[in-house]
């Protein structure tokens, strides 16, 4: 009924709510990751790093811990364009430029820049478009990096507070900024912003903080009080506690994706551009959980 990736079972020595920082110890994400497609009712889910048309990933390299999520543009499928494959594609390469080291921590859009221009030298076609977010942790200097690019984003809540949160970046409603490569035909048609656009932010973490990374799927469905309420349940920092948050919060966002009643965030920010809607947003939801931790090898 639900999908989840897991990674990082380290023994977290940090007590929730953050302990003082010492600079001489290397610091580490706990991560735990749940997901549905929208299509889950339909007895549809795909295997591996993605969710419906939602991909992520999370890696792991000596001088840091990196994490990302996109969220495939659906609007492809009118094409006969799977949107999936290039939000999938993204992430697997970010994925992979991280664990062979080629990247620097403080400069995240450049592990989104690399990938893409792979994306766009790759011998085998593919279009599509996509949001997507990334987020780089720099175990010696304590610094969380991050890169986002459209509606997909992350919150650092500490003391039971959102401290730091990404920009959601919008042409107008409902249009994110996304990373895209059409037919040459649809070239300069098609809605496509560099990864130089991304927003960019460095925030100094301390032990005990969580980190929330998530595509809009939650984000339209879930308001911040919505989801501090499920953070309280996190009451320790070990993985099965962070996997067991990560659930219930996609959980929740998937059940209230589908209520007709419910005045989402969504649909409020519909109603202030001008639009009568009410009720959730279906979507493809991807949430990636983490605690920052002191580094285990």
């Not at 221009?117 to 969380?144: W, Y």
């Not at 990404?166 to 994110?176: A, G, I, M, W």
Request: proline letters at 4%.
């Amino acid at each position: 009924m639900f999908s989840v990736l897991s990674y990082g079972r380290l023994v977290a020595r940090a007590v929730l709510g953050g302990l003082s920082q010492t600079d001489s110890r290397d610091y580490s994400l706990v991560t735990a990751s749940c997901g549905f497609g929208k299509d889950f009712r339909k007895g549809i889910l795909k295997k591996g790093m993605c969710y419906g048309d939602d991909a992520c990933f999370v890696a792991r390299h000596r001088s840091a811990d990196v994490l990302g999520v996109a969220d495939g543009v659906g609007g492809w499928r009118d094409y006969g364009v799977d949107p999936s494959q290039f939000s999938g594609t993204l992430m697997r390469t970010c994925e992979r430029l991280v664990k062979e080291g080629r990247f620097i921590p403080s400069n995240p859009i450049g592990i989104l820049t690399t990938s893409y221009c792979e994306l766009l030298q790759n011998k085998v076609p593919l279009l599509g478009s996509s949001t997507a977010c990334i987020v780089v942790l720099d175990r010696t200097s304590h610094r969380l990096h991050t890169a986002n690019l459209g509606d997909s984003g992350f919150l650092v809540v500490r003391g039971g507070e959102v401290v730091h949160r990404s920009d959601e970046q919008q042409h107008y409603f409902n249009t994110p900024f996304q990373l895209s490569i059409a037919p040459p035909e649809a070239e300069g048609v098609v809605l496509s912003d560099s990864p130089d656009a991304a927003d960019s932010t460095t925030f100094d973490v301390q032990l005990g903080d969580i980190i929330l990374t998530a595509t809009d799927g939650l984000f339209d469905n879930m308001p911040d009080y919505m989801i501090l309420q499920e953070l309280k349940k996190l009451k320790n920092s070990n993985y099965e506690s962070i996997q067991q948050t990560a659930r219930s919060i996609a959980e929740q966002a998937h059940e209230l994706a589908y209520d007709p009643t419910y005045m989402s965030p969504f649909a409020q920010f519909a109603c202030d551009n001008g639009l009568n809607v009410r009720g959730g947003k279906p979507d493809d939801i991807t949430v990636l959980l983490s605690i920052v931790a002191e580094y285990t090898d």
